[in-house]
């Protein structure tokens, strides 16, 4: 996510935090002062916020160690101001873990608010006046903090038991429904219902607190996101590359100069290009977009071997499809050079899978 900071590893795991992040500091300085607080109130009230997140970062945690019991890595874990994200290589497929690895993360919080509670306990009773608890939350101090924190994580489970997909309700209900009926047909209803939540999330969010509008957009758009996901990988499952790979294909030479690109792009319908070396080998990738970059800056006088990447990744024609489309969502890639026993032949890109979905979506129909 564009615009994070790398704070290390945990657990094997990257973790970023978002610039926006700051933006939860400066409201809970703002909220210490306008509730009448004091230089201390303000320090306990950030120091909550920062320990707080300390507890979503274990609940994001929660998850990616489970997950990487069934062979599932976790390519980094992200703060923002609405909470963590976990970009977990993939969900399992299988129901039974896609429900421990969406359960563990509330779970931690549950594990933590227990553990909390034994020092906690005797300030319970305070809940017993309504008056007396009013005054005792208006500011966050030394004597209520980790009470604070225990109400926190609480919340924190039965705010994420919410079968708003994709959050881990939503991802729970998924994964029961997926016992009885086929996975896209229970992404759809949990998507459906997790978009309806963020509707009302927005509402809300305009009425009483502006986070949830935040919130909101993350439901509407992440569901929509993940049906689509799910929708696709359905429709590539049991293909492989080979059915949907171009045979007809454009070559590049090292020297090659980018008046002959030019010429080339322009004589049809090709984007990217494979550029081979003097011995046929394939040397690199050119992609449009570094061509267009080149045209653009008049670098005409340099070659393909100049520009093309060596950075690639070159698939078989026997790998599934479904593995192909993954990577393009995970490492942004969009063309890949077809292999086999040392040969180049052929290449597949997004379009060449976009318009197979299209046609397997139409037989299936």
């Not at 359960?103 to 009773?125: D, E, H, K």
């Not at 926190?152 to 489970?157: P, R, S």
């Not at 990217?272 to 006088?301: C, M, R, W, Y």
Request: hydrophobic letters at 50%; one cysteine or more; a negative charge.
């Amino acid at each position: 996510m564009r615009g994070s900071i790398n704070l290390g590893r945990i657990a094997g795991i990257r973790l970023e935090v978002h610039w926006t992040f700051l933006l939860i500091i400066l409201w809970a300085v703002y909220v210490g002062w306008s509730q009448g607080g004091n230089t201390e109130s303000v320090f306990w009230t950030i120091a909550f916020v920062l320990i707080l997140f300390v507890c979503i970062i274990l609940h994001e945690l929660g998850h990616s160690l489970t997950a990487r019991r069934y062979g599932i890595s976790t390519k980094k874990i992200t703060l923002l101001p609405i909470g963590g994200v976990a970009s977990l290589e993939r969900m399992p497929e299988d129901p039974k873990q896609e429900l421990l690895v969406a359960v563990m993360g509330p779970v931690v919080n549950i594990v933590i608010a227990f553990f909390l509670y034994f020092f906690i306990r005797s300030q319970l009773v305070v809940f017993q006046n309504p008056e007396e608890a009013e005054a005792m939350f208006q500011v966050i101090n030394g004597g209520n903090f980790l009470l604070y924190l225990f109400i926190t994580n609480i919340m924190l489970v039965v705010f994420n038991a919410i079968p708003a997909f994709p959050m881990d309700g939503g991802r729970v209900l998924r994964a029961i429904l997926s016992f009885s009926m086929d996975r896209v047909r229970a992404t759809q209803i949990a998507a459906n219902l997790g978009q309806v939540i963020a509707v009302l999330f927005f509402f809300l969010g305009l009425m009483y607190n502006p986070f949830l509008i935040f919130i909101a957009l993350f439901v509407y758009f992440g569901a929509s996101g993940e049906y689509m996901m799910i929708r696709h990988m359905s429709l590539l499952k049991g293909h492989k590359v080979r059915e949907a790979m171009m045979t007809e294909f454009t070559t590049l030479q090292t020297e090659d100069t980018m008046e002959k690109v030019g010429s080339v792009l322009l004589s049809g319908t090709e984007r990217h290009f494979v550029v081979v070396g003097p011995s046929g080998e394939v040397a690199g990738v050119l992609f449009n977009e570094d061509i267009t970059e080149a045209f653009q800056n008049k670098q005409t006088q340099q070659s393909a071997g100049d520009l093309m990447k060596k950075d690639f990744l070159m698939v078989s024609p026997h790998e599934d499809l479904s593995t192909i489309y993954r990577k393009v969502q995970g490492r942004q890639l969009s063309f890949f050079p077809v292999m086999e026993n040392g040969f180049l032949i052929g290449t597949v890109d997004m379009e060449n899978i976009n318009e197979f979905m299209m046609i397997q979506a139409a037989l299936d129909y």
